[in-house]
């Protein structure tokens, strides 16, 4: 039942093109597309290892750096009288670098997890992506500091007997980035529903049990940390290649609180709590703009969070889902939307 | 003579000043059924803690069929076999009974995360068959009527049970359970002491603690008896019923009610 | 070397402040185990009730001041009883991102009021420096130094002397016990976020005039703050004072030899090497306040 519901989804994000003419709802659309890309990979850490990682916009942002820089070439100087000068190379490989560079800063930062838990591990992501912020904003030679990198092409895709593709307009990104986030969505729900998912969720409950049959905490605290931050970097790459200027400014920290709001309100733990999340924070401020300043809407996005936070602690999604769920248990808690569903797919 | 499973060799614990186990030496047979009980205070969580890689030892070793299981992390030891139970928090208790024993299946026929991924056959046939393998799981310490259940909700006896099963799912050759009784009533009790026998029955080695003397006395093939960081006797449970030191150390109370 | 004593009067100076942030963060974190991510808020909040008082009220400046610890006072235990108590029992990811949304909240609001210009204090102090052989110092950050200063001192003795200040203690050290002995946890709880608050509002009320105000000023503030408690250790005032010079110190020797662009990223540097590599920080002996 509910894979109808997935396909019917698709089907009517895909057909929106068809019917919508505001370029600058389709910009946000993207925009928001892209992150909630990020949303989904920040959920994979917070919702289902249950890791807080304040950093995740420096995966992001990481990702969009290398691959905007990929693309654009750059010659910098290096200690030692050592010089690396890169020529441009098409983006698409700009993409897939983006996700393997930003995979590997995943790595160090899971690393990290293993061996500071808890609330300073939330103080660790934070300092990390302050300092990627630090670095891009003063290596100039590298990064242009503030004054940005732009420029950046669009992604081309090479056909097979047609040519090259060159995405540029609105249209064909918002294709390519719904493309992107179907395939992360179907990603993360086989990785959730496999032992690994088990073994994510089991160390998330109760380590210690987990521990004692055999799940390895350090891999797999690593190992979702990696394809968190790939999938991040993918987003900032898609990013990159479609406002096609970057500056030190995508490494904001309210970037950060922007995807954690999202994942909080749709609901952590659950495969669709991003989408929602997402189209809701991603949407909201483009029709809030004509009535209420920028800032204005951030105190009330503030609000919403704590109030979220106070009254419907689970998000959206798991709370309608335990609304109309079956009553199957006499306990307050219910298990995530993921874990209900499969149930209801198998033993309805 | 029985193959040696467990191997606890000159085993000391120290707090700081604190002696909490002193030159503790035993050793449990394959397929055995051995105890570990003594008045509160002994060290037995302690040893259990040692045994099972909660705790490293301040000196001794402690080996299972011939591997050291010095400074191996738990998981290491539960790849080795050594799976233990947990007196509190037995269960993931957000997660139905079903749910649990299918983490505990973890370690069992794994396929590759990328198989996983990408839905292969070999993945699916693998999923098919561990689920199959939990709802027999499930049968077998008889909460089949409970199986969809959050563990969460269910009685702390029937946790227990939950505990042991997730314990078996991740098919242990030696199962170490710790106070796997307390809290139970005494129908509980006697059928979890079947469920042990039964367990036993299919090759697993096991080592308990307990305090409840009359469990301990009817399921054990021998019996450890600590006091003061110390093993004060050893042997089979008539041995220990009549044993001077142990009716000592329990001031008379526990040995006369057995 | 006249570089490195100018250098040293700097660190002096920005480190009795960073002193008063961390002894602030050391206290709610130590005894609440609060990630407080409102105090940065509370620092800028400090500075821009200066900027309210003496400029757009023309208070005297020195009058100012107290009006400022006490609003810092007063808006940290309005935050702890309206969100904090209600979460009480709760784990710590609900409360961190609690806190996270007063945070974001807060600052906007700060941004929708007075705009992202940076305002300006007007001191009462004289503008030419006092001259001390090779090294040169303004009256105004004197002045800082020895508020500062007095501060840390008073607090100290609030902690160490007072009948709240061993209540405090106790809660730290075990809150069952404690109130068992019949302390009022929840009025502790209050105190202490009240207090660490007041204190952040006194340093951003003591630096705001150094610099400019601005409103996301205390977003740098409030990361030095943890850098400095988990240099110190956790509910470790000591350690707290002397994690703040030795930060101020690593930022004036990072900015005057290294590269001032890097002189903020100090803070965040400390933290993610002590946590590597010593996560109890510096001074090893076990956590407590006092």
Not at chain 1, 92 to 118: E, P, T
Not at chain 2, 141 to 152: I, P, S, W
Request: glycine residues 10%; neutral net charge; proline residues 4%.
């Amino acid at each position: 039942m509910k894979s109808g519901v997935a396909i019917l989804t698709v089907v009517a994000f895909a057909s929106v093109p068809l019917w919508l003419r505001d370029p600058y709802l389709m910009n946000a659309l993207i925009t928001t597309g892209i992150f909630i890309i990020g949303a989904m990979s920040l959920n994979l850490l917070l919702g289902f290892t249950g890791q807080l990682s304040l950093g995740h916009i420096a995966f992001f942002g990481i990702g969009a750096y290398v691959s905007a820089l990929t693309s654009l070439g750059f010659d910098v100087g290096l200690p030692f009288g050592l010089r690396i000068v890169h020529v441009p190379w098409p983006p698409i490989v700009g993409f897939v670098l983006a996700i393997v560079i930003a995979g590997l800063c995943g790595y160090l930062v899971g690393l990290l997890s293993f061996r500071v838990r808890g609330a300073y591990f939330v103080i660790v992501t934070i300092s990390f992506a302050e300092v990627v912020r630090l670095v891009a904003l003063n290596w100039v030679e590298l990064t242009q500091g503030p004054l940005a990198l732009t420029n950046i092409p669009s992604i081309t895709i090479g056909l097979p007997g047609l040519g090259d593709l060159t995405l540029r307009t609105k249209l064909q990104n918002y294709y390519l980035v719904l493309s992107v986030a179907v395939v992360t969505y179907l990603l993360i729900s086989r990785l959730v529903h496999s032992h690994f998912g088990r073994a994510m969720r089991g160390l998330m409950e109760n380590e210690t049990l987990a521990v004692s049959v055999g799940i390895d905490v350090t891999k797999t605290l690593t190992l979702a940390a990696v394809i968190s931050a790939g999938i991040a970097g993918a987003a900032g790459s898609l990013y990159a290649h479609y406002i096609r200027i970057i500056d030190p400014e995508v490494f904001a920290f309210i970037n950060t609180v922007t995807m954690v709001i999202m994942v909080i309100t749709g609901g952590k733990g659950s495969l669709a709590g991003p989408v929602v999340g997402g189209m809701i924070f991603g949407l909201l401020p483009v029709f809030l703009r004509p009535i209420m300043a920028p800032e204005a809407q951030w105190i009330a996005y503030g609000g919403v969070l704590i109030v979220i936070l106070f009254v419907l602690p689970r998000g959206i999604v798991p709370s309608l889902a335990q609304r109309f769920a079956k009553p199957r248990s006499r306990a307050e808690t219910v298990a995530p939307v993921a874990f209900a569903e499969r149930d209801a797919k198998e033993h309805a | 003579m029985t193959a040696i499973a467990l191997q606890v060799e000159q085993v000391a614990v120290h707090f700081g000043g604190l002696v909490a186990l002193s030159d503790m030496t035993f050793t449990v047979g394959e397929g055995e059924i051995v105890s570990l009980i003594g008045p509160n205070g002994a060290g037995k969580t302690t040893a259990f803690n040692v045994v099972t890689g909660f705790l490293d030892p301040t000196h001794g070793a402690v080996s299972y069929r011939g591997t050291a299981l010095n400074g191996l992390k738990p998981h290491q030891i539960a790849d080795l076999g050594l799976i233990r139970t947990f007196q509190r928090t037995s269960v993931f208790p957000n997660d139905t009974v079903y749910d649990n024993l299918l983490v505990g299946l973890h370690r069992q026929g794994r396929v590759s995360l990328l198989e996983a991924i990408l839905g292969l056959p070999r993945a699916r046939s693998s999923r098919r068959r561990l689920r199959e393998r939990a709802s027999e799981l499930v049968e077998w310490v008889g909460l089949e009527r409970r199986a969809h259940d959050l563990a969460g909700s269910l009685s702390y006896g029937e946790q227990r049970l939950v505990g042991v099963a997730l314990a078996l799912a991740a098919e242990p050759s030696m199962l170490l359970l710790d106070e796997p009784v307390s809290g139970m009533n005494a129908s509980e009790t006697h059928t979890f002491v079947q469920l042990v026998r039964n367990i036993r029955d299919r090759g697993v080695t096991i080592l308990l603690v307990e305090h409840d003397m009359p469990m301990v006395m009817s399921v054990s093939d021998r019996i450890v008896v600590l006091n003061y960081g110390r093993i004060i006797a050893e042997g089979s449970p008539d041995v220990i019923r009549n044993d001077p030191a142990v009716i000592e150390a329990y001031l008379g109370q526990g040995a006369a009610r057995a | 070397m006249s570089e490195f004593l100018q250098h040293l009067i700097n660190m002096l100076v920005l480190g009795g402040t960073y002193a008063l942030l961390g002894i602030g963060l050391t206290l709610i974190f130590g005894i609440m185990n609060v990630v407080n991510f409102t105090h940065g808020v509370l620092y800028t909040f400090g500075a821009y009730i200066m900027f309210i008082v003496v400029q757009q009220l023309g208070i005297n400046f020195f009058l100012a001041l107290p009006l400022a610890v006490v609003a810092g006072w007063l808006l940290g235990a309005a935050i702890e009883l309206t969100l904090l108590r209600p979460l009480r029992g709760s784990d710590i990811d609900t409360t961190m991102l609690v806190m996270i949304g007063a945070w974001i909240a807060m600052q906007s609001g700060a941004l929708w009021i007075w705009g992202g210009v940076a305002k300006s204090v007007a001191t009462p102090f004289p503008e030419a420096p006092l001259v001390l052989g090779p090294v040169s110092v303004s009256w105004l950050r004197l002045f800082v130094l020895a508020a500062a200063a007095m501060l840390i001192v008073v607090t100290y003795l609030l902690i160490n002397r007072t009948k709240l200040g061993c209540a405090m203690r106790a809660t730290f050290q075990d809150q069952d016990t404690a109130s068992l002995m019949g302390v009022n946890v929840d009025l502790i709880y209050t105190s202490t976020f009240a207090i660490g608050s007041s204190l952040a509002a006194a340093a951003g009320a003591l630096l705001g005039p150094v610099y400019v105000i601005f409103p996301q000023m205390g977003d740098l503030a409030a990361v030095k703050a943890f850098a400095i408690v988990i240099l110190g250790g956790l509910g470790n005032i000591t350690g707290a004072v002397i994690g703040g010079f030795i930060l101020a110190l690593a930022e004036e020797l990072g900015a005057g030899y290294v590269s001032s662009g890097y002189r903020d990223a100090m803070g965040f540097l400390i933290i993610i090497a002590v946590l590597i590599f010593k996560p109890t920080g510096l001074f090893a002996r076990s956590e407590r306040v006092g």
